[in-house]
T-cell receptor, first 107, second 115 residues
Framework: GQSLEQPSEVTAVEGAIVQINCTYQ??????LSWYQQHDGGAPTFLSY????GLEETGRFSSFLSRSDSYGYLLLQELQMKDSASYFC????????FGKGTRLHILP | NAGVMQNPRHLVRRRGQEARLRCSPM?????VYWYRQLPEEGLKFMVY????????ESGMPKERFSAEFPKEGPSILRIQQVVRGDSAAYFC?????????????FGPGTRLTVL
């Protein structure tokens, strides 16, 4: 079967750094994406990794290791507005989403 | 430069009625995806369409659910004879497929409540 595993919840302090991990098991693989979703809102695209390594976009970075079927999203200088759910998604012949990690940020 | 539009934003139906959800993709996007999200859950793929063509409907229940994306007009997700278990948020996304990469842009969703 196809599955993506990510922690259900993570808590961090404002200004700190947090890493959200994602492991996947899929029949095919083109790339790993990350999406952010605030409560009651729509998912918004954050990043995409097709190749191994780290991609940096401002305070957010995403990493992929294809040999380990593993990736992570790194959020730096956390702000209260970063409180949201974060989904990893694998592109096979369609996009398969994980169940999401709810990020709680403490002041 | 409007994003993906969905309507209605909220829809209430009684058991046995039909629900019609509409999605207009971003300008220039010819690929539409429908997802269902239950509370505290991830997005579950339902169907992938291009204009006048269903590409992949492997995530859509065989009965009561249908989807279309006509040459003109929005994509429609139709749920016939709704049941309480159909209550969920339904998101539509659109993309321009470029090679093996297709960032998806999501609409605001339709929240369906079945009484």
């Amino acid at each position: 079967g196809q599955s993506l595993e990510q922690p259900s919840e993570v808590t961090a302090v404002e200004g700190a750094i947090v890493q959200i991990n994602c492991t996947y098991q899929t029949s095919g693989f083109y790339g790993l994406s990350w999406y952010q979703q605030h409560d009651g809102g729509a998912p918004t695209f954050l990043s995409y990794n097709a190749l191994d390594g780290l991609e940096e976009t401002g305070r957010f970075s995403s990493f992929l290791s294809r040999s380990d079927s593993y990736g992570y999203l790194l959020l730096q200088e956390l702000q209260m507005k970063d409180s949201a759910s974060y989904f990893c998604a694998v592109r096979d012949d369609k996009i398969i989403f994980g169940k999401g990690t709810r990020l709680h940020i403490l002041p | 430069n409007a994003g993906v539009m969905q309507n209605p934003r909220h829809l209430v139906r009684r058991r046995g009625q039909e629900a019609r959800l509409r999605c207009s993709p971003m300008k220039g996007h010819s690929h539409v995806y429908w997802y269902r999200q239950l509370p505290e859950e991830g997005l579950k793929f339902m169907v992938y369409l291009q204009k006048e063509n269903i590409i992949d409907e492997s995530g859509m229940p065989k009965e009561r659910f249908s989807a279309e994306f006509p040459k003109e007009g929005p994509s429609i997700l139709r749920i016939q004879q709704v049941v309480r278990g159909d209550s969920a948020a339904y998101f539509c996304a659109s993309s321009v497929v470029t090679g093996t990469y297709n960032e998806q842009f999501f609409g605001p969703g339709t929240r369906l409540t079945v009484l």
